[in-house]
C-alpha cells in the first residue's frame, strides 16, 4: 500500500539551482522519504544536462526534472571573475569556449571526464551522458538524512587521484579554478 506524502516547498532551506549556459543546470532538490513512519526531507545534488542535441549524437542523458520552486540563477561570471582575479571577459571567453571544447570531444567519441571541483564529474561511458557527485558533495549538502541522500545520488570517487594518470591527464577541469 503506497502513501502519499504531502509535498513540502523546496525553498524551506533557500533551495537554488545555477545554470551554466549551453552546459546544463546545478541545483539542490529535496525530497520526502518515508522512513519506519517517520518523514525525512532529503536534499541532494541533481544536474539537469543543456547541451543542445546535436552535439550528442548516439549519446543517452538521464533526464532530470528541476521542481518548479527552485530558484535557477545564471552563471555569476562577475563572481567568478572576481574569485580567478581574471578579467570579465576572459572569464566568460573561457567558460564559453571549455564548453564548445566539451561538446566537440562529445560529438567526435572523445568521451574525457568533465570535472567541476568540489561538485563531481560530468562524464560519458557506454554512450551514457551523466554527473556523478562526489561523496563529500552530497554529505556537505545533508548531514541529518545523508545515507538516504546518498542512496538517490550518483556517486564519484572524491578526487580525481583515484583515477589512472591516463584518464587523469585528459580530463577537463574547470569551475572554480
Given at each position: 500500500?503506497?502513501?502519499?506524502?504531502?509535498?513540502q516547498?523546496?525553498?524551506?532551506?533557500?533551495?537554488?539551482?545555477?545554470r551554466?549556459?549551453?552546459?546544463?543546470?546545478?541545483?539542490?532538490?529535496?525530497?520526502?522519504?518515508?522512513?519506519?513512519?517517520?518523514?525525512?526531507?532529503?536534499k541532494?545534488?541533481?544536474?539537469?544536462?543543456?547541451i543542445?542535441?546535436l552535439?550528442?549524437?548516439?549519446?543517452?542523458?538521464?533526464?532530470?526534472?528541476?521542481?518548479?520552486?527552485?530558484?535557477?540563477?545564471?552563471?555569476?561570471?562577475?563572481?567568478?571573475?572576481?574569485?580567478?582575479?581574471?578579467?570579465?571577459?576572459?572569464v566568460?571567453n573561457?567558460?564559453?569556449?571549455?564548453?564548445?571544447?566539451?561538446?566537440?570531444?562529445?560529438?567526435?567519441?572523445?568521451?574525457?571526464?568533465?570535472?567541476?571541483?568540489?561538485?563531481?564529474?560530468?562524464?560519458?561511458?557506454?554512450?551514457?551522458l551523466?554527473?556523478?557527485?562526489?561523496?563529500?558533495?552530497?554529505?556537505?549538502?545533508?548531514?541529518t538524512?545523508?545515507?538516504?541522500?546518498?542512496?538517490?545520488?550518483?556517486?564519484?570517487?572524491?578526487?580525481?587521484?583515484?583515477?589512472?594518470?591516463?584518464?587523469?591527464?585528459?580530463?577537463i577541469?574547470?569551475?572554480?579554478?
Amino acid at each position: 500500500m503506497s502513501q502519499e506524502l504531502p509535498r513540502q516547498p523546496c525553498c524551506l532551506f533557500c533551495v537554488q539551482g545555477v545554470r551554466v549556459a549551453e552546459l546544463g543546470t546545478f541545483a539542490v532538490v529535496q525530497e520526502q522519504v518515508l522512513v519506519k513512519q517517520e518523514l525525512l526531507l532529503v536534499k541532494r545534488p541533481v544536474f539537469q544536462l543543456d547541451i543542445d542535441e546535436l552535439w550528442l549524437e548516439e549519446i543517452y542523458c538521464p533526464t532530470e526534472i528541476l521542481p518548479d520552486d527552485v530558484k535557477i540563477e545564471p552563471l555569476n561570471y562577475v563572481k567568478l571573475s572576481q574569485a580567478t582575479s581574471f578579467p570579465l571577459h576572459v572569464v566568460k571567453n573561457c567558460v564559453q569556449e571549455t564548453i564548445l571544447l566539451y561538446c566537440f570531444l562529445l560529438r567526435n567519441k572523445e568521451h574525457v571526464p568533465f570535472a567541476f571541483r568540489d561538485i563531481g564529474v560530468l562524464t560519458c561511458k557506454d554512450g551514457v551522458l551523466c554527473m556523478k557527485f562526489y561523496l563529500d558533495c552530497v554529505e556537505r549538502l545533508e548531514s541529518t538524512a545523508g545515507l538516504f541522500a546518498l542512496l538517490q545520488s550518483k556517486m564519484w570517487p572524491a578526487h580525481l587521484s583515484v583515477f589512472s594518470g591516463e584518464t587523469t591527464a585528459r580530463g577537463i577541469q574547470m569551475f572554480p579554478r
